[in-house]
């Protein structure tokens, strides 16, 4: 569901376009769209030209607008690549992924691609490379099972093709279909990835473009999840022989093992958050952006003065938070019949987040909470990587080419510490 094309006037306008899950789509950027610097996202599509293909790790705290500034770059780099652009929680289940799983669902995607765009490929070669397709079985319930054997109307693609492309929707949700598929394809590695470098090779001679693939979403799975793909299975995911970008979690940067990992990528690019405040707690250049943003969605004056600056400060420089709030505090005015959101009704949308925060913390974090507000630093352990992991630690940066990284707690959770 997408925005609305103009800005609320409304609260049940502003509910609707402050919605804190949506990702913006290419065709919207200009309309809502706030850049804090396109250096980070064409520093990272020129080194793509020049030193084709890389794979990148795009990381950044989970709401920052990793997702925005990669549609930006498909829009920035339409002339140059051709982008394959997909969240791989809308394809698979992040709480049971695999690399096994990551590198399939890149076939199937660029498979889609390929399709939708009527590119011409050699359906024989590729059927045979894939042939481990059609002998899938998936199991339908404790007694029997049933093989995915045969097309599924898809013209040139075979049997095999036709059995991994009718499963491809089914993966995400059925556990059994996933064991399957894993227990098959685990096998066929690098059948899996010449099938990739095929479609590859028949995308960029139709379209005179190189692919680059962007794996959103892998950084929103559970800490030890992301660990096991990205630390144990970083050269198996950097494999293919295409350019990808993938998101991955802030807080695995802070790890011993990270120098190592990122042997396997070509970089590693972070997208810092907002900056609202500097390190001495004076008023930052965030503040503008992210009325801006805010401001882009709504009309002024639904909200006050005081509520909307109470609401940029506290989202800490996360625009996820800042638009969740926003939402949260816009549905109590319209509970209330109000016609604009005070900053009482701001008041009562923190303190229900701030509950969340209360049972998600226990006494140990909170005191370690105290020591980083106080220090502005952060070990490289498990214990910081968890609290950074679930927004509790915030990382900023003084510009976005300066190596001065600091460290602070989450305004939200500011007030459970007094």
């Not at 929680?89 to 399939?104: C, G, H, N, S, W």
């Not at 970089?267 to 958050?273: G, I």
């Amino acid at each position: 569901m997408s925005l609305l094309s103009q800005k609320a006037e409304t609260l049940a306008e502003a509910i609707k376009n402050l919605d804190h899950t949506y990702a913006l789509q290419v065709d919207e950027l200009e309309r809502y769209f706030v850049s804090r610097d396109d250096r980070i996202i064409k520093r990272m599509g020129r080194n793509l030209k020049y030193d084709y293909p890389q794979k990148y790790l795009f990381t950044g705290h989970r709401g920052t607008g990793k997702s925005t500034e990669l549609a930006n770059f498909e829009r920035l780099f339409d002339n140059d690549f051709f982008v394959i652009l997909y969240s791989v929680e809308q394809v698979l289940d992040l709480f049971d992924i695999t690399y096994v799983d990551v590198l399939l669902s890149i076939a199937l995607e660029m498979l889609k691609n390929v399709l939708d765009e009527t590119i011409d490929y050699d359906d024989e070669e590729l059927e045979k490379i894939w042939s481990f397709g059609k002998d899938i079985e998936i199991e339908k319930d404790e007694t029997r099972t049933r093989s995915m054997e045969g097309s599924v109307g898809l013209g040139k693609l075979g049997a095999a093709l036709g059995s991994l492309f009718n499963i491809s929707g089914r993966i995400g949700s059925e556990t059994a279909t996933r064991n399957a598929v894993r227990e098959k394809v685990q096998y066929h590695i690098s059948d899996l990835l010449a099938g990739i470098k095929m479609l590859a090779g028949s995308i960029e001679k139709a379209t005179k473009k190189p692919v680059v693939c962007v794996v959103e979403d892998l950084d929103k799975a559970d800490i030890e999840t992301a660990r096991t793909i990205f630390y144990d299975y970083g050269k198996s995911i950097s494999a293919p022989d295409i350019a990808i970008i993938y998101t991955f979690p802030a807080a695995l940067q802070h790890s011993d093992d990270f120098t190592q990992t990122i042997a396997y990528f070509g970089d590693s690019v972070t997208l810092p958050n907002f900056k609202v405040r500097d390190q001495q707690g004076e008023i930052a250049e965030g503040m503008d952006d992210l009325k801006q943003l805010l401001h882009a969605r709504i009309v002024p004056e639904l909200f006050s003065e005081d509520a909307t600056e109470r609401l940029i400060e506290v989202s800490g420089g996360i625009p996820r938070i800042l638009l969740q709030l926003a939402k949260d505090a816009a549905l109590e005015a319209d509970l209330d019949d109000a016609e604009q959101v005070t900053i009482d009704h701001v008041r009562t949308a923190l303190k229900r987040e701030r509950r969340n925060f209360q049972r998600m913390l226990n006494r140990e974090q909170l005191e370690r909470l105290e020591e980083i507000k106080r220090d502005k630093t952060i070990d490289q352990t498990p214990q910081y990587q968890v609290l950074l992991h679930n927004l509790s630690v915030l990382e900023y940066t003084d510009g976005v080419e300066e190596v001065d990284v600091w460290y602070d707690i989450n305004p939200l959770v500011d007030e459970l510490l007094q």
